[in-house]
């Protein structure tokens, strides 16, 4: 078979006195995601993805929370190190598939830098990078504003 598909999700709560990084770039928003990392739920829902469909298991088991060496660290070079693996394994990045829901900022004016920056790591063109963003009409916990989730999906195909 020379195509696989994986699905990757991820959340994140919302904190004071963080930035908000999503997509790989900074947003402007009064709070950020909370977490080991700089807890880029999108790069994070993507590499979980990517993982997912070389059968290399998940970003927790690659990139531990528990590991010093990860902490506030940029996620775009846990994407990076995620598509590092995905060549060991002779695999190659075909398209990727995300959304992210959250209640606020609005999302959509950021997104072609955020295929801009995650596309150039991937070595992908934008054209296969798509970012969507949604809300969740007020309900549940990214309703309430408390955090932020991001679905993805990604095809790989075998290069070698």
Known sequence: MNFRVGF??????????????????????PRGLLGHSDADVLIHAICDALLGAANLRDIGFHFPDTAGEYKNIDSKLLLARTKALLLQKGYKV???DATICA?????NPHIPKMQQVMSEILG???DYLS???????????????EGFSAYAVALIEKIK
Do not use: C, Q
């Open 94 to 96: 075909g398209n990727i």
């Open 103 to 107: 209640e606020h900022p609005k999302i």
């Open 8 to 29: 990757g999700y991820d959340v994140h709560r919302l904190a004071d006195n963080r930035e908000l990084w999503l997509g790989g770039i900074k947003i402007d928003h």
């Open 124 to 126: 992908i063109g934008e």
């Open 131 to 145: 970012i969507k963003a949604t809300t969740s009409e007020k309900m549940g916990f990214v309703g309430r504003e």
